[in-house]
């Protein structure tokens, strides 16, 4: 089991923290890592700058399960920890599902660098989380219904596509600025 547990890192759509300090909350996947481990994982994760804008900077106390944070926030500090981690397989469950667009973006293109050399699972309702995936796995009902890469699944115009187009639509109508009634 232990050697189980060292192999696999989970980024949990509801993230736990510790009522510690950030730095903490961090080092928790790996707690012999130095400081330059730390925060280059956070700078991965999209928190780092964050961290440094705060009066006490990763010495910040974040509260009981995180209570000083925003749910997007908690979860940049988790993914952070499973990054500092290092491990075999990554398992991202709905893991940017409270970040704005900019940090999904960010940090997705950071998981891509770090997530070359692991195996990554990623459970998404955000598709854009996964146009990147060497093979999606769409399910319904529990049950796989189609498989392949973004372009491909695209162009079989099932499930998949019919999701595509509904959050491109979604997306494209809550960008659009609110027309004057004059």
Do not use: C
Request: no cysteine; proline share 3%; net charge neutral.
């Amino acid at each position: 089991q232990e050697s189980l547990r060292r192999a696999i890192g989970i980024v949990p759509q509801d993230t736990v923290l510790f009522n510690d300090s950030l730095l903490h909350n961090i080092r928790y996947a790996e707690a012999n890592a130095r400081m330059e481990e730390i925060t280059a994982a956070a700078k991965i994760a999209d928190i780092h700058d964050f961290i440094l804008s705060l009066p006490q900077g990763y010495k910040t106390v974040v509260g009981e399960r995180g209570l000083k944070l925003s749910g997007g926030e908690k979860q940049r500090i988790a993914i952070a920890r499973v990054i500092l981690k290092k491990p075999r397989i990554m398992i991202f469950d709905e893991a940017t599902s409270s970040l704005d667009s900019r940090s999904e973006k960010n940090i997705l293109k950071s998981l891509k660098r770090v997530s070359a050399q692991t195996t990554t699972l990623v459970i998404a309702h955000r598709l854009s989380t996964v146009i990147d995936a060497d093979e999606i796995l769409v399910m319904d009902k529990g049950q796989i219904v189609e498989r392949g890469q973004h372009q491909n699944l695209l162009l079989s115009n099932g499930l998949y596509t019919q999701m595509w187009e509904l959050q491109q639509e979604e997306r494209t109508h809550t960008t659009k600025e609110p027309q004057s009634p004059l």
